[in-house]
């Protein structure tokens, strides 16, 4: 049996899929911004002599890192108001699940680039009397931001890709928007393939721009 495809039935569609892609992107960014800002500090703390924040840091990381960001999105979207007694909505939980999920893997990306420089130079800041805040800031950080960003920049990708989850809530990101389409029109290899299309647009100049710094950066060695 021979399928006829048909994609100029998703002609008239196609705000669906902008508005799928608009929201998409707000998500992706309002969560990679969110993980910036819960991974650096956590990254930092999984380092520190300071036993308990080490301890936290080391248990965030973990408990997240073993478990479904799916798991993690529905926990935020059902459970997490009967604990605050506020409704959020499909957008703020999307955003706070993927950016807390998103966290766990920045602070580890940020703890190897911090390690991956030479352990003497934060030995001789501490011989010419710098803190360890001082000299993370002044001397490592500065290095460690060159190898950072290229996994950085593919952890923004999957992300992207992450988003598809907000179907399971309702939210109208792309997949939502694809679902509705084929109940208006019953033709879903191409809107699935049209989704795959828009998802790949999305997505593959990141990854171009990654594998761009990373061979810039091996070049300037």
């Known amino acids: 049996m021979s399928y006829e495809w048909y994609f100029p039935a998703l ?14 992107l707000k998500v992706a960014v309002g969560s990679i911004l969110l993980s910036l800002l819960i991974g650096l500090p956590a990254g930092i703390a999984k380092e520190m002599r300071l036993a308990p924040l080490r301890w936290a840091a080391t248990g965030y990381i973990e408990l997240i890192r073993g478990t479904p960001a799916l798991v993690q ?19 703020t939980t999307l955003i706070l699940a993927l950016g807390v999920h998103a966290g766990a893997y920045v602070a580890e990306i940020f703890r190897a680039g911090v390690n991956a420089v030479d352990k003497g130079q934060l030995d001789a800041a501490y011989a010419i009397g710098m803190s360890y805040g001082k000299a993370l800031r002044r001397i490592i950080l500065p290095q460690a931001v060159q190898k950072m960003i290229p996994p950085f920049i593919n952890e923004f990708a999957n992300l992207m890709k992450l988003t598809t989850l907000g179907s399971t809530i309702a939210f109208t990101e792309l997949l939502h928007q694809s679902n509705n389409v084929i109940a208006q ?37």
């Open 11 to 24: 002609l008239q569609y196609w705000p669906a899929f902008v508005y799928g892609a608009l929201n998409t």
């Open 73 to 91: 999105i529905v926990w935020v979207y059902y459970c997490l108001p009967i604990l605050i007694g506020v409704q959020l909505t499909a957008l």
């Open 185 to 221: 029109i019953y033709r879903p290899l191409e809107v699935y393939t049209a989704l795959a299309v828009v998802f790949f647009i999305l997505t593959y100049p990141i990854i171009y721009l990654s594998r761009r710094l990373e061979l810039r950066l091996r070049a300037g060695r």
